[in-house]
Nanobody, 123 residues
């Protein structure tokens, strides 16, 4: 049982940065795969980044070199540092958690989701 709450979204200019946070509650947080997905209006939810309990990292090709996912197990929090933002990054960003995951890039792998936080990149 995990509950997730995202924060940190907002409006930024192209080339700017944002840091998203996902606060989690649950007895087994440290053993979960944590991930970020995003969804723009009229589009499917797409994978952004993931981090395993062993700190193995996964990134979508579209964000490699620009986004960094990290986690602080002591604080039950996962972060997404987003740099060099582009207008196409505009979307609602969702934090997700899974245990015993196999396909980390598939939204169907994740059973726990936050409410989402809006990221808007202008120009």
């Amino acid at each position: 049982q995990v509950q997730l709450v995202e924060s940190g979204g907002g409006l930024v200019q192209a080339g700017g940065s944002l840091r998203l946070s996902c606060a989690a509650s649950g007895r087994t947080f440290s053993s979960y795969i944590m991930a970020w997905f995003r969804q723009a209006p009229g589009k499917e939810r797409e994978f952004v980044a993931a981090i395993t309990w062993g700190h193995r990292l996964y990134y979508a090709d579209s964000v490699k070199g620009r986004f960094t996912i990290s986690r602080d197990n002591a604080k039950n929090t996962v972060y997404l540092q987003m740099n060099s933002l582009k207008p196409e990054d505009t979307a609602v960003y969702y934090c997700a958690a899974a245990s015993g995951g196999v396909v980390v890039t598939s939204h169907k792998e994740y059973g726990y989701w936050g409410q989402g936080t809006q990221v808007t990149v202008s120009s």
